[in-house]
């Protein structure tokens, strides 16, 4: 069993920024992609970005150029820098964990970002 947790989430105005971190309990390095997904209510949960062991990234377009995932194998964590946030960024951020092959995903609990003014 893996238990990630994630941390960081928060309220937050238009334009500022946060940073979600996310701890495995599993050592990352052998833990295949980790990323970071989200789910608005009422909408189906969708990916923000992830990054495979040799760090290749993938974003959805809605945060390319905004945010930057990156994971430290030493730590066994994959934090998300979120910067210039908008309201539709408001959602449960949840930390992904894709191990073995195939792939099992493992979820964390989820965290709440809240953009508003």
């Known amino acids: 069993q893996v238990q990630l947790v994630e941390s960081g989430g928060g309220w937050v105005r238009p334009g500022e920024s946060l940073r979600l971190s996310c701890l495995s309990s599993?050592?990352?390095?052998?833990?295949?992609?980790m990323g970071w997904y989200r789910q608005a209510p009422g909408k189906q949960r969708e990916l923000v970005a992830t990054?495979?062991?040799?760090?290749?990234?993938n974003y959805a377009d809605s945060a390319k150029g905004r945010f930057a995932i990156s994971r430290d194998n030493t730590k066994n964590t994959v934090s998300l820098q979120m910067n210039s946030l908008k309201p539709e960024d408001t959602a449960v951020y949840y930390c992904?964990?894709?191990?073995?092959?195939?792939?099992?995903?493992?979820w964390g609990q989820g965290t709440q970002v809240t953009v508003s003014s």
């Open positions: 992904n964990a894709k191990i073995g092959y195939p792939p099992l995903d493992y």
């Open positions: 990054i495979t062991g040799i760090y290749t990234t």
């Open positions: 599993r050592n990352a390095f052998n833990i295949n992609t």
